[in-house]
């Protein structure tokens, strides 16, 4: 039985109604006829609605229905091919002819198939993918071919866009040489290569294609699984940066970097891998040069702190030990002088040996000045000092190697350029070096003039001399460490060439200058020191401020220790049987012991009123002697005061004294003065009373 045509708006029947419409129509009656005519209309309004060409083709290959989809996709109406065949719509000839040949194959087989159309120019110019499907009869015959149109022009674009984009990604890839770009299966296969594969890794097309990745790798990495946790790894997280060596195909390392990617499906699977390696093995090679480099500096560096701190440990060793020593020239050189005044040839030895005893010790202290300016370790203390009284305590410092020379000494001093912001016993320092320096190379008779000049910011304060003068080739290196003039009469007058160095550094700590000016040999030399003013509004000193040394006041001058015990410890006998005299001469009762252990057997007995310790015992030192002390349940004892006398005089030395329980610290060697002052300031004795049998 054949379709009978269904009818819309001038249209046959959708296929595969026509024998349905006539099997309800025969079994049912006008009211089945209904609705089934009510779904065939609901049908033909759902397909003029679809975006897809929807058309039926009988078996002469004419049309007998098509929806109005064909409007949008190839710019004809439904009417203009209804009854036509595709060589009668404008189709170019062969695509015509391949289309009917397609569809006679499906009528004949009853098989579906897809067909690819290209419309020409008139017809939009578009590219159809075509879909056939037989239609049968009742009997079961193929009776109409069905087909079903989809636009394919945009998608075929973008197709062939991405074909290109790939094309040129395939060769640009290929051309990489810098790199070592290559994909890998889910084994670690090679999948492709490009020229950077042959240039880094020395393998061919042929060779890499399959090759499995545990090839670049050296067998201890293999062994290790470094490859396939590589690949485990960029599987899970997306990707993996690397830095590694690999393995040439002839076998030696390159040092590569590289990122190891996941490729994965439209379902997101994981399908394969990417490898980006580019080779650093210069770089490497200089890293690790460098690194070498650090570690061998570094080690130098440990070395030289080491080195230094050894060198420190044994400054600190040496000055004590000279310090030590020289205290107990120095201390019975003045018990001896007090008893020596009817034989002059005595008193001039001990002039002697005190005088060289005292460039002794300036010795060690340039010494120590010099390797803590090196260090930067110096500190200064800063206020608003009086130049006047500074320079006037340098001179009474310097007089008497002056007057054992026959050499004048003048001050001219500008009392308007008085005031200065600087560390007043550094200051003194600077000054009393160039002071030592001008006495050490004027003859004697010579004549040594200390001047000072202010301007608008900045005191001048100058050292002339009538001296030997300093060669004008030597002028640049004046202040050079241990670096002193060539000429014979320079380095006649011995030294270690420090003080002038130590003077500039100093006052280049205060923000000052120091320069030197000599007409020649013989004709003298000035020293300059020019240092910044002290603002109008900084604070100024303490007035009441000792600056003038005690050394310039005689022991007769200062209070009497009548009533007075004292507890002296030191393991140095000489030191000790010194400073016991000195103070038994005024007038103290002294008790003596020769270690900490002693001593505190002392305290728990006697009623003792000051301690005065050396730090730097065999046994026991100051520091725990002090610590026993402060300890003992007697509080009177325990609270006795305490003068640390010691060879190390460092700075943070004095600090860590009176942080440990000691009220006063003197340095070695002993200045009897400062003693004497030190322990009648500590135990409230102030009255001065003159020797007995005066006045």
Request: charged share 25%; with cysteine.
């Amino acid at each position: 039985m054949s379709a009978r045509p269904w009818a819309i708006e001038g249209q046959t029947a959708p296929p595969g109604r026509a024998a349905e419409v006539m099997a309800h129509g025969a079994s049912s009656g006008a009211a089945r006829l209904a609705a089934a005519r009510e779904r065939d209309h609901l049908l033909a309004r759902l397909l003029e609605s679809l975006p897809v060409v929807v058309f039926r083709l009988d078996r002469e290959l004419r049309c007998h229905y098509v929806n109005d989809a064909v409007r949008e996709v190839c710019g004809s109406a439904p009417e203009q091919l209804l009854g036509k065949r595709a060589s009668e719509v404008g189709l170019d000839a062969g695509e015509a002819a391949d289309f009917e040949s397609v569809c006679r194959e499906v009528l004949a087989s009853g098989e579906p198939r897809h067909h690819h159309l290209a419309l020409g120019p008139a017809l939009g110019g578009r590219l159809l993918e075509a879909r056939l499907l037989p239609e049968f009869d009742a009997a079961g015959r193929i009776e109409s071919l069905v087909g079903l149109v989809t636009d394919w022009s945009e998608r075929r674009r973008v197709e062939g866009e991405l074909e290109a984009s790939e094309e040129r990604y395939r060769a640009l890839i290929a051309q990489v040489r810098s790199y070592t770009i290559f994909t890998l299966d889910l084994r670690g296969k090679a999948l492709t290569w490009n020229e950077g594969v042959e240039r880094v890794i020395g393998w061919s097309r042929e060779e890499f294609i399959g090759l499995p990745i545990e090839s670049l790798f050296a067998p201890e990495e293999i062994a290790r699984g470094v490859h396939r946790r590589e690949l485990e790894r960029a599987a899970e997280e997306g990707s993996v940066a690397t830095d590694q060596w690999l393995k040439r195909k002839d076998g030696a390392l390159i040092f590569a970097t590289g990122l190891t990617s996941r490729l994965v499906d439209a379902a997101g699977h994981v399908t394969g891998f990417s490898k980006v390696v580019r080779e650093r093995t210069a770089w490497k090679l200089a890293q690790d040069e460098r690194d070498a480099l650090l570690a061998s500096e570094r080690q130098a560096r440990e070395h030289a702190d080491e080195a230094n701190r050894l060198k420190d440990e044994f400054l600190a060793t040496l000055t004590h030990e000279l310090r030590s020593r020289l205290n107990a020239i120095v201390g019975w050189v003045h018990v001896l002088r007090r008893h020596a005044e009817a034989s002059p040839e005595v008193a001039r030895g001990l002039a002697v040996i005190e005088r060289n005893a005292r460039a002794q010790t300036q010795i060690v202290n340039d010494l120590l000045d010099m390797s803590r300016i090196m260090t930067g370790k110096v500190r200064l203390n800063l206020r608003t000092v009086s130049l006047q009284k500074v320079a006037a305590a340098a001179l009474e410092t310097i007089r008497p190697a002056a007057e054992a020379k026959s050499i004048e000494l003048l001050a001219e001093l500008d009392p308007g350029a008085d005031a200065l912001r600087a560390d007043p016993v550094r200051l003194q320092q600077v000054l009393w070096n160039l002071l030592t320096n001008a006495v050490r190379f004027t003859p004697a008779g010579g004549c040594v003039r200390v001047t000072s000049l202010r301007d608008d910011s900045h005191v001048e304060l100058s050292v002339h001399d009538t001296g030997v003068g300093i060669p004008s080739g030597s002028l640049p290196f004046v202040f050079d460490r241990f670096r002193r003039a060539d000429a014979p009469s320079m380095r006649s007058h011995g030294g270690l060439g420090l003080g002038l160095s130590i003077a500039k550094s100093l006052a280049e700590l205060h923000g000052g200058t120091v320069r030197c000016r000599s007409a020649g040999e013989d004709r003298g030399s000035t020293f300059t020191v020019r240092l910044p003013i002290a603002s109008p509004d900084a604070a100024t000193g303490d007035p009441g401020e000792r600056i003038t040394p005690l050394l310039s006041l005689s022991l007769e001058s200062l209070p009497k220790l009548d009533g007075i015990t004292a507890l002296a410890v030191d393991d140095e006998a000489d030191s000790l049987m010194f400073c016991g005299r000195l103070l038994e001469d005024r007038g103290a009762k002294v008790l003596l012991a020769v270690d900490a252990q002693q001593a505190v057997e002392i305290l728990q007995t006697e009623q003792v009123d000051i301690l005065i310790s050396d730090i730097g015992m065999a046994r026991e030192d100051g520091y725990h002697l002090i610590a026993r002390l402060r300890a003992l349940p007697d509080a009177r004892t325990a609270r006795i005061p305490a003068i640390a006398v010691t060879a190390y005089v460092r700075a943070e030395d004095r600090q860590r004294l009176l942080l440990a329980g000691y009220q006063m610290h003197i340095g070695k060697p002993i200045e009897p003065q400062e003693l004497i002052a030190g322990i009648a300031s500590l135990v409230g004795v102030t009255s001065r009373e003159a020797p007995r049998g005066e006045g």
